[in-house]
Protein backbone atom coordinates (compact mmCIF):
# COMPACT_ATOMS: atom_id res chain seq x y z
CA UNK A 1 0.00 0.00 0.00
CA UNK A 2 2.87 2.57 0.81
CA UNK A 3 4.13 2.18 -2.16
CA UNK A 4 0.81 3.46 -3.77
CA UNK A 5 0.91 6.98 -2.88
CA UNK A 6 3.74 8.64 -4.56
CA UNK A 7 2.47 6.66 -7.86
CA UNK A 8 -0.77 7.95 -7.99
CA UNK A 9 0.69 11.47 -7.44
CA UNK A 10 2.98 11.02 -10.14
CA UNK A 11 -0.28 10.16 -11.90
CA UNK A 12 -1.94 13.17 -10.64
CA UNK A 13 1.13 15.10 -11.11
CA UNK A 14 0.59 14.73 -15.20
CA UNK A 15 -2.40 14.70 -15.19
CA UNK A 16 -2.71 18.08 -13.46
CA UNK A 17 0.42 19.87 -14.73
CA UNK A 18 2.60 20.15 -11.62
CA UNK A 19 2.49 22.16 -8.43
CA UNK A 20 4.96 23.96 -6.63
CA UNK A 21 6.43 24.49 -3.56
CA UNK A 22 8.87 27.58 -2.71
CA UNK A 23 11.20 27.66 0.08
CA UNK A 24 13.02 30.50 1.55
CA UNK A 25 16.05 28.42 2.88
CA UNK A 26 17.91 30.32 5.66
CA UNK A 27 20.67 28.02 6.65
CA UNK A 28 23.11 30.07 7.25
CA UNK A 29 24.24 31.23 4.04
CA UNK A 30 20.62 32.31 3.58
CA UNK A 31 19.42 32.62 0.54
CA UNK A 32 16.10 32.22 -1.73
CA UNK A 33 16.13 28.79 -2.74
CA UNK A 34 13.63 27.86 -5.59
CA UNK A 35 13.53 24.42 -6.54
CA UNK A 36 11.34 23.02 -8.67
CA UNK A 37 8.75 25.86 -8.43
CA UNK A 38 10.99 27.84 -11.00
CA UNK A 39 10.31 25.56 -13.05
CA UNK A 40 6.86 24.97 -13.33
CA UNK A 41 6.32 28.73 -12.72
CA UNK A 42 8.43 29.18 -16.31
CA UNK A 43 5.52 26.64 -17.50
CA UNK A 44 3.07 28.12 -16.39
CA UNK A 45 2.84 32.27 -15.03
CA UNK A 46 3.54 32.20 -11.41
CA UNK A 47 2.30 32.44 -7.86
CA UNK A 48 4.41 31.78 -4.76
CA UNK A 49 3.16 30.99 -1.59
CA UNK A 50 6.35 30.57 0.58
CA UNK A 51 6.12 27.00 0.95
CA UNK A 52 2.74 26.14 -0.37
CA UNK A 53 1.62 23.12 -1.96
CA UNK A 54 -0.08 24.99 -4.82
CA UNK A 55 -1.85 23.80 -7.85
CA UNK A 56 -1.19 26.19 -10.95
CA UNK A 57 -2.91 27.07 -13.97
CA UNK A 58 -6.62 25.70 -12.50
CA UNK A 59 -9.18 26.84 -15.54
CA UNK A 60 -12.28 28.84 -13.58
CA UNK A 61 -9.55 30.32 -11.45
CA UNK A 62 -10.47 33.81 -9.61
CA UNK A 63 -7.49 35.82 -9.61
CA UNK A 64 -7.45 38.77 -6.56
CA UNK A 65 -6.05 42.03 -6.73
CA UNK A 66 -3.21 43.39 -4.54
CA UNK A 67 -4.24 45.70 -2.25
CA UNK A 68 -1.52 48.14 -0.86
CA UNK A 69 -1.85 50.23 2.24
CA UNK A 70 -0.38 53.44 0.96
CA UNK A 71 -0.82 55.09 4.52
CA UNK A 72 0.66 52.45 6.50
CA UNK A 73 3.95 54.22 6.04
CA UNK A 74 3.02 56.65 7.91
CA UNK A 75 2.90 54.33 11.58
CA UNK A 76 5.98 53.09 10.52
CA UNK A 77 4.43 49.76 8.75
CA UNK A 78 6.70 49.08 6.05
CA UNK A 79 8.55 45.90 4.22
CA UNK A 80 12.16 45.41 4.47
CA UNK A 81 12.98 48.05 1.11
CA UNK A 82 10.35 51.03 3.02
CA UNK A 83 7.22 50.04 0.34
CA UNK A 84 3.69 50.02 1.64
CA UNK A 85 2.52 46.58 2.76
CA UNK A 86 -0.12 44.82 1.40
CA UNK A 87 -3.44 42.04 1.13
CA UNK A 88 -5.78 40.41 -1.07
CA UNK A 89 -9.34 40.37 -0.30
CA UNK A 90 -12.70 39.07 -1.73
CA UNK A 91 -15.55 39.80 -0.23
CA UNK A 92 -17.88 37.40 1.45
CA UNK A 93 -21.07 36.69 0.26
CA UNK A 94 -24.75 34.93 1.22
CA UNK A 95 -24.44 33.82 4.61
CA UNK A 96 -20.98 34.35 4.71
CA UNK A 97 -20.59 38.23 4.92
CA UNK A 98 -20.03 38.57 8.56
CA UNK A 99 -17.84 35.88 8.70
CA UNK A 100 -13.94 36.50 8.00
CA UNK A 101 -11.21 34.15 7.31
CA UNK A 102 -7.82 36.09 7.38
CA UNK A 103 -4.39 34.40 5.76
CA UNK A 104 -1.03 35.09 6.83
CA UNK A 105 1.67 34.28 3.79
CA UNK A 106 4.75 32.53 4.84
CA UNK A 107 8.09 32.72 3.04
CA UNK A 108 10.93 31.57 5.71
CA UNK A 109 12.86 34.44 7.40
CA UNK A 110 16.11 36.35 7.09
CA UNK A 111 18.21 36.99 10.39
CA UNK A 112 20.95 39.29 9.72
CA UNK A 113 21.71 42.48 7.97
CA UNK A 114 23.00 40.86 4.63
CA UNK A 115 20.04 38.13 4.40
CA UNK A 116 17.43 41.00 4.74
CA UNK A 117 19.45 43.10 2.14
CA UNK A 118 19.18 40.01 -0.48
CA UNK A 119 15.50 39.67 0.49
CA UNK A 120 14.46 43.29 0.16
CA UNK A 121 15.19 42.96 -3.78
CA UNK A 122 12.44 39.79 -3.60
CA UNK A 123 8.50 39.89 -3.36
CA UNK A 124 9.25 38.64 0.33
CA UNK A 125 10.45 42.22 1.31
CA UNK A 126 9.28 44.78 -1.30
CA UNK A 127 5.41 45.20 -2.15
CA UNK A 128 6.44 46.39 -5.03
CA UNK A 129 7.92 43.29 -6.52
CA UNK A 130 5.11 41.09 -5.56
CA UNK A 131 2.42 39.54 -8.19
CA UNK A 132 -0.30 42.15 -8.16
CA UNK A 133 -2.95 39.16 -8.73
CA UNK A 134 -3.02 35.69 -6.90
CA UNK A 135 -5.36 32.80 -7.15
CA UNK A 136 -7.44 32.16 -3.82
CA UNK A 137 -7.33 28.26 -3.95
CA UNK A 138 -8.02 25.97 -0.97
CA UNK A 139 -9.13 27.33 2.55
CA UNK A 140 -9.54 30.69 0.25
CA UNK A 141 -11.69 29.58 -2.60
CA UNK A 142 -14.80 30.33 -3.45
CA UNK A 143 -16.14 27.10 -4.45
CA UNK A 144 -18.38 24.88 -2.24
CA UNK A 145 -17.00 21.93 -3.51
CA UNK A 146 -13.39 22.93 -2.81
CA UNK A 147 -14.04 24.80 0.87
CA UNK A 148 -17.72 23.46 1.72
CA UNK A 149 -17.06 25.73 5.14
CA UNK A 150 -15.65 28.82 4.17
CA UNK A 151 -16.46 29.63 0.86
CA UNK A 152 -18.39 32.83 1.34
CA UNK A 153 -17.13 34.12 3.85
CA UNK A 154 -15.04 37.42 3.20
CA UNK A 155 -11.15 35.78 2.64
CA UNK A 156 -8.16 37.99 3.15
CA UNK A 157 -4.55 36.70 1.99
CA UNK A 158 -2.21 39.04 3.54
CA UNK A 159 0.90 39.18 1.90
CA UNK A 160 4.45 38.28 3.85
CA UNK A 161 7.39 41.18 3.68
CA UNK A 162 9.23 41.98 6.72
CA UNK A 163 11.03 38.38 7.17
CA UNK A 164 10.04 38.22 10.71
CA UNK A 165 7.08 36.34 10.79
CA UNK A 166 4.95 39.57 11.32
CA UNK A 167 6.78 40.40 14.78
CA UNK A 168 9.68 42.63 14.69
CA UNK A 169 9.74 46.05 15.52
CA UNK A 170 13.01 47.66 15.51
CA UNK A 171 13.18 52.11 14.50
CA UNK A 172 15.68 53.36 12.18
CA UNK A 173 16.08 52.72 9.29
CA UNK A 174 19.43 52.42 8.66
CA UNK A 175 21.62 49.20 9.67
CA UNK A 176 25.29 48.45 9.64
CA UNK A 177 25.22 51.34 6.99
CA UNK A 178 22.09 49.98 4.84
CA UNK A 179 18.72 51.13 4.71
CA UNK A 180 16.30 47.97 6.16
CA UNK A 181 13.35 48.02 7.94
CA UNK A 182 12.15 45.48 10.85
CA UNK A 183 8.73 46.15 11.13
CA UNK A 184 6.78 43.23 10.96
CA UNK A 185 4.45 43.56 13.96
CA UNK A 186 3.65 47.60 13.11
CA UNK A 187 2.26 46.05 9.72
CA UNK A 188 0.50 43.57 11.38
CA UNK A 189 -1.11 46.00 13.72
CA UNK A 190 -1.71 48.11 10.19
CA UNK A 191 -3.19 45.40 8.25
CA UNK A 192 -5.62 44.83 11.02
CA UNK A 193 -6.41 48.13 12.00
CA UNK A 194 -7.82 48.37 8.28
CA UNK A 195 -9.52 45.18 8.20
CA UNK A 196 -11.56 46.58 11.02
CA UNK A 197 -12.35 49.55 8.90
CA UNK A 198 -13.37 47.33 6.23
CA UNK A 199 -15.59 45.05 8.51
CA UNK A 200 -14.05 42.76 10.33
CA UNK A 201 -15.32 44.95 13.26
CA UNK A 202 -18.61 44.05 12.40
CA UNK A 203 -17.87 40.06 12.21
CA UNK A 204 -19.64 37.19 13.66
CA UNK A 205 -17.14 34.45 13.11
CA UNK A 206 -13.25 35.01 12.31
CA UNK A 207 -10.40 32.19 11.75
CA UNK A 208 -7.18 33.97 11.68
CA UNK A 209 -4.65 31.16 9.87
CA UNK A 210 -1.26 31.23 7.89
CA UNK A 211 1.28 28.93 6.99
CA UNK A 212 5.00 28.12 7.69
CA UNK A 213 6.03 31.69 8.98
CA UNK A 214 2.82 32.86 8.69
CA UNK A 215 1.53 30.23 10.72
CA UNK A 216 3.81 30.69 13.13
CA UNK A 217 2.72 34.39 13.13
CA UNK A 218 -0.70 32.92 13.58
CA UNK A 219 0.27 31.01 17.32
CA UNK A 220 2.01 34.78 17.64
CA UNK A 221 -0.35 36.72 16.93
CA UNK A 222 -3.76 34.14 17.90
CA UNK A 223 -5.05 36.19 21.10
CA UNK A 224 -4.42 39.70 20.09
CA UNK A 225 -6.65 39.07 16.84
CA UNK A 226 -8.87 37.72 19.53
CA UNK A 227 -8.73 40.97 21.18
CA UNK A 228 -9.72 42.69 18.68
CA UNK A 229 -12.82 41.30 18.04
CA UNK A 230 -15.90 41.76 20.72
CA UNK A 231 -16.46 38.86 22.95
CA UNK A 232 -19.42 37.78 21.63
CA UNK A 233 -17.75 36.68 18.22
CA UNK A 234 -16.61 32.97 17.20
CA UNK A 235 -12.99 33.46 17.13
CA UNK A 236 -10.49 30.53 16.50
CA UNK A 237 -6.92 30.23 14.99
CA UNK A 238 -5.67 27.59 12.56
CA UNK A 239 -1.81 27.21 12.42
CA UNK A 240 -0.75 25.56 9.17
CA UNK A 241 3.20 24.07 8.87
CA UNK A 242 3.79 26.69 11.49
CA UNK A 243 4.85 23.64 14.30
CA UNK A 244 8.73 24.25 13.96
CA UNK A 245 9.99 22.08 16.12
CA UNK A 246 13.01 22.86 18.94
CA UNK A 247 15.05 20.17 18.16
CA UNK A 248 18.42 19.14 16.97
CA UNK A 249 19.64 18.44 13.91
CA UNK A 250 21.36 15.31 12.64
CA UNK A 251 24.74 16.39 14.24
CA UNK A 252 23.27 17.26 17.55
CA UNK A 253 23.36 20.94 17.05
CA UNK A 254 20.86 23.28 17.85
CA UNK A 255 20.99 25.01 14.30
CA UNK A 256 17.05 25.98 14.11
CA UNK A 257 17.45 27.27 18.07
CA UNK A 258 20.56 29.50 17.09
CA UNK A 259 19.19 30.47 13.33
CA UNK A 260 16.05 31.53 15.77
CA UNK A 261 17.79 33.52 18.37
CA UNK A 262 19.31 35.21 15.48
CA UNK A 263 15.85 36.02 13.89
CA UNK A 264 14.63 37.15 17.09
CA UNK A 265 17.74 39.90 17.55
CA UNK A 266 17.87 41.20 14.23
CA UNK A 267 14.36 41.87 13.91
CA UNK A 268 13.46 42.78 17.88
CA UNK A 269 10.58 40.42 18.41
CA UNK A 270 11.45 39.40 22.13
CA UNK A 271 9.34 41.92 23.46
CA UNK A 272 6.32 41.22 21.44
CA UNK A 273 6.51 37.58 22.24
CA UNK A 274 3.35 36.25 24.74
CA UNK A 275 4.44 37.74 27.68
CA UNK A 276 3.71 34.60 30.11
CA UNK A 277 6.63 32.96 28.00
CA UNK A 278 8.60 35.61 28.44
CA UNK A 279 8.14 36.18 32.21
CA UNK A 280 9.11 32.88 32.79
CA UNK A 281 11.79 32.39 30.27
CA UNK A 282 12.70 36.08 30.37
CA UNK A 283 13.13 35.36 27.20
CA UNK A 284 14.03 38.87 25.67
CA UNK A 285 17.33 37.64 27.49
CA UNK A 286 17.18 33.94 26.34
CA UNK A 287 16.30 34.70 22.88
CA UNK A 288 19.03 37.12 23.19
CA UNK A 289 21.63 35.00 25.18
CA UNK A 290 24.71 33.48 24.37
CA UNK A 291 24.02 29.86 22.24
CA UNK A 292 25.26 27.69 25.05
CA UNK A 293 22.92 29.42 27.04
CA UNK A 294 20.03 29.14 24.51
CA UNK A 295 20.54 25.41 24.90
CA UNK A 296 19.06 25.37 28.56
CA UNK A 297 16.40 27.53 27.53
CA UNK A 298 13.95 26.99 24.64
CA UNK A 299 13.55 30.30 23.52
CA UNK A 300 9.96 31.67 23.29
CA UNK A 301 9.71 31.92 19.71
CA UNK A 302 9.37 27.91 19.31
CA UNK A 303 5.47 27.42 19.23
CA UNK A 304 5.44 24.68 21.28
CA UNK A 305 6.56 27.43 23.86
CA UNK A 306 4.11 30.03 22.66
CA UNK A 307 1.09 27.88 22.88
CA UNK A 308 1.30 27.77 26.13
CA UNK A 309 0.10 30.67 26.23
CA UNK A 310 -2.39 31.13 24.26
CA UNK A 311 -6.29 30.94 25.42
CA UNK A 312 -7.83 31.23 21.84
CA UNK A 313 -8.98 28.00 20.44
CA UNK A 314 -6.46 26.70 18.31
CA UNK A 315 -5.73 24.18 15.72
CA UNK A 316 -2.71 23.02 14.73
CA UNK A 317 -1.92 21.34 11.23
CA UNK A 318 1.10 19.75 10.58
CA UNK A 319 2.68 17.00 8.79
CA UNK A 320 4.90 15.33 11.34
CA UNK A 321 7.39 14.45 8.43
CA UNK A 322 6.90 18.35 7.26
CA UNK A 323 9.84 18.40 4.43
CA UNK A 324 10.73 22.07 5.08
CA UNK A 325 12.01 20.84 9.00
CA UNK A 326 13.01 17.93 7.74
CA UNK A 327 15.09 19.68 5.06
CA UNK A 328 16.27 22.61 7.68
CA UNK A 329 15.79 21.85 10.98
CA UNK A 330 16.72 18.13 11.55
CA UNK A 331 18.79 17.44 8.66
CA UNK A 332 20.48 21.13 7.35
CA UNK A 333 23.50 21.08 4.73
CA UNK A 334 25.50 22.04 7.26
CA UNK A 335 24.74 18.54 9.57
CA UNK A 336 25.30 16.42 6.39
CA UNK A 337 28.92 17.45 4.90
CA UNK A 338 28.94 14.45 2.67
CA UNK A 339 25.18 14.72 1.29
CA UNK A 340 24.38 11.51 2.80
CA UNK A 341 20.58 13.12 3.14
CA UNK A 342 20.54 14.54 0.11
CA UNK A 343 18.76 11.73 -1.77
CA UNK A 344 16.15 11.25 0.98
CA UNK A 345 15.40 14.96 1.54
CA UNK A 346 14.24 14.95 -2.06
CA UNK A 347 12.04 12.02 -1.80
CA UNK A 348 11.06 10.26 1.68
CA UNK A 349 10.77 6.74 -0.10
CA UNK A 350 14.81 7.58 -0.80
CA UNK A 351 15.56 7.04 2.73
CA UNK A 352 17.22 4.22 4.06
CA UNK A 353 15.96 2.09 7.21
CA UNK A 354 18.50 4.86 9.53
CA UNK A 355 17.33 7.57 8.14
CA UNK A 356 13.53 6.45 8.37
CA UNK A 357 14.02 5.59 12.44
CA UNK A 358 15.69 9.05 12.47
CA UNK A 359 12.28 10.54 10.89
CA UNK A 360 10.16 8.39 13.02
CA UNK A 361 12.18 10.30 15.81
CA UNK A 362 11.28 13.11 14.63
CA UNK A 363 7.66 12.50 14.35
CA UNK A 364 7.66 11.04 18.47
CA UNK A 365 9.70 14.42 19.86
CA UNK A 366 6.38 16.30 17.75
CA UNK A 367 4.07 14.41 19.46
CA UNK A 368 5.67 15.13 22.65
CA UNK A 369 5.87 18.86 21.96
CA UNK A 370 1.93 18.58 21.23
CA UNK A 371 0.96 16.68 24.59
CA UNK A 372 0.12 19.42 27.00
CA UNK A 373 -1.91 21.01 24.14
CA UNK A 374 -3.65 18.02 23.58
CA UNK A 375 -5.02 18.25 27.20
CA UNK A 376 -6.79 21.64 26.00
CA UNK A 377 -10.72 21.51 25.10
CA UNK A 378 -10.84 23.44 22.44
CA UNK A 379 -8.01 23.13 20.47
CA UNK A 380 -8.10 20.67 17.26
CA UNK A 381 -5.19 18.86 15.70
CA UNK A 382 -4.29 17.30 12.29
CA UNK A 383 -1.19 15.41 12.29
CA UNK A 384 -0.48 13.90 9.11
CA UNK A 385 2.67 11.28 8.26
CA UNK A 386 2.98 13.27 4.83
CA UNK A 387 6.26 14.06 3.39
CA UNK A 388 4.52 18.01 3.11
CA UNK A 389 4.41 21.36 4.35
CA UNK A 390 1.52 23.96 3.79
CA UNK A 391 -2.03 22.51 3.10
CA UNK A 392 -4.23 24.93 3.38
CA UNK A 393 -3.74 27.01 0.80
CA UNK A 394 -4.08 24.21 -2.22
CA UNK A 395 -7.31 22.14 -3.27
CA UNK A 396 -4.97 19.07 -3.86
CA UNK A 397 -4.65 18.96 -0.02
CA UNK A 398 -7.37 21.32 1.40
CA UNK A 399 -10.35 19.51 0.69
CA UNK A 400 -10.93 16.58 -2.98
CA UNK A 401 -10.29 13.37 -3.55
CA UNK A 402 -6.33 13.79 -3.59
CA UNK A 403 -6.51 15.25 -0.13
CA UNK A 404 -4.90 12.88 2.70
CA UNK A 405 -7.26 11.84 5.01
CA UNK A 406 -6.71 10.86 8.38
CA UNK A 407 -10.57 8.43 9.55
CA UNK A 408 -11.59 9.14 6.20
CA UNK A 409 -11.93 13.02 6.73
CA UNK A 410 -10.14 15.81 4.74
CA UNK A 411 -8.18 18.44 6.51
CA UNK A 412 -10.69 21.06 4.91
CA UNK A 413 -13.65 18.50 6.82
CA UNK A 414 -11.66 18.59 10.28
CA UNK A 415 -11.09 22.10 10.23
CA UNK A 416 -14.36 22.79 9.62
CA UNK A 417 -15.84 19.74 11.97
CA UNK A 418 -13.23 21.79 14.28
CA UNK A 419 -14.29 25.31 13.94
CA UNK A 420 -18.29 24.73 13.94
CA UNK A 421 -18.02 22.13 16.34
CA UNK A 422 -19.57 19.61 15.11
CA UNK A 423 -17.06 17.00 16.86
CA UNK A 424 -14.12 16.32 18.15
CA UNK A 425 -10.97 16.80 16.10
CA UNK A 426 -7.67 14.81 17.12
CA UNK A 427 -6.37 13.27 14.16
CA UNK A 428 -3.00 11.91 14.38
CA UNK A 429 -1.85 9.58 11.92
CA UNK A 430 -0.49 6.28 11.89
CA UNK A 431 3.61 6.13 11.50
CA UNK A 432 4.87 6.93 7.93
CA UNK A 433 3.96 5.09 5.00
CA UNK A 434 1.32 3.76 6.63
CA UNK A 435 -1.54 6.16 4.89
CA UNK A 436 -2.45 5.41 1.46
CA UNK A 437 -3.68 9.05 0.87
CA UNK A 438 -0.73 10.52 1.83
CA UNK A 439 0.55 13.51 -0.62
CA UNK A 440 4.14 13.05 -0.72
CA UNK A 441 6.12 15.89 -2.24
CA UNK A 442 9.38 15.18 -4.69
CA UNK A 443 12.39 17.06 -5.64
CA UNK A 444 13.35 17.16 -8.21
C1 LIG B 1 -15.69 23.86 -8.32
O1 LIG B 1 -14.85 22.78 -8.06
C2 LIG B 1 -15.31 21.57 -8.67
C3 LIG B 1 -14.41 20.46 -8.15
O2 LIG B 1 -13.06 20.76 -8.34
C4 LIG B 1 -15.28 21.75 -10.17
O3 LIG B 1 -15.75 20.56 -10.79
C5 LIG B 1 -16.17 22.91 -10.56
O4 LIG B 1 -16.07 23.16 -11.94
C6 LIG B 1 -15.75 24.16 -9.80
N1 LIG B 1 -16.71 25.21 -10.04
C7 LIG B 1 -16.37 26.40 -10.53
C8 LIG B 1 -17.46 27.39 -10.68
O5 LIG B 1 -15.21 26.69 -10.82
C1 LIG C 1 27.59 45.53 11.92
O1 LIG C 1 28.84 45.18 11.39
C2 LIG C 1 29.80 44.84 12.38
C3 LIG C 1 31.13 44.65 11.69
O2 LIG C 1 30.99 43.96 10.48
C4 LIG C 1 29.35 43.61 13.13
O3 LIG C 1 30.26 43.23 14.11
C5 LIG C 1 27.99 43.88 13.75
O4 LIG C 1 27.50 42.71 14.35
C6 LIG C 1 27.01 44.37 12.71
N1 LIG C 1 25.81 44.80 13.36
C7 LIG C 1 24.64 44.45 12.94
C8 LIG C 1 23.50 45.04 13.70
O5 LIG C 1 24.46 43.71 12.00
C1 LIG D 1 -14.92 7.98 2.95
O1 LIG D 1 -15.62 9.18 2.66
C2 LIG D 1 -16.20 9.21 1.37
C3 LIG D 1 -16.84 10.55 1.19
O2 LIG D 1 -15.98 11.58 1.51
C4 LIG D 1 -17.19 8.09 1.23
O3 LIG D 1 -17.70 8.10 -0.09
C5 LIG D 1 -16.52 6.76 1.51
O4 LIG D 1 -17.49 5.73 1.50
C6 LIG D 1 -15.84 6.79 2.86
N1 LIG D 1 -15.09 5.57 3.05
C7 LIG D 1 -15.10 4.90 4.19
C8 LIG D 1 -14.24 3.68 4.24
O5 LIG D 1 -15.77 5.25 5.14
Redesign the pocket.
Known amino acids: MAAAAPHRLRHWWRRRGGEGGVFVAFGLGILLLVFFFALVSRIRGSINDGGTVALLGHAGDELVPLRVLRNAGKKGAVCLDGSAPGYHIETGFGTGLDSWVIHLEGGGWCN??DSCSSRKMTLYGSSTLMDRLVPFRGILSRNQSQNPDFYNWNRVKVRYCDGGSFSGNVEGEV??GTKLFFRGQRIWEAIMDDLMATGLATARQALLTGCSAGGLATFIHCDDFRARLSGDVIVKCLADAGFFLDAKDISGTSTMRSFYHDVVQ?HGIGKNLPKDCTRKKEPSQACLQSPHKLNAIPPCFFPQEIIKSVTTPLFVLNPAYDFWQIQHILAPAGSDPNGLWSNCKKDIVNCDPNQMETLQEFRRAMINALEGFRQKKDGGLFLGSCYVHCQTLSDVTWHSFTSPRIGNKTIGRAVGDWYFGRGVVEAVDCPFPCNPTCYNMKFV
Open positions: SVHNR
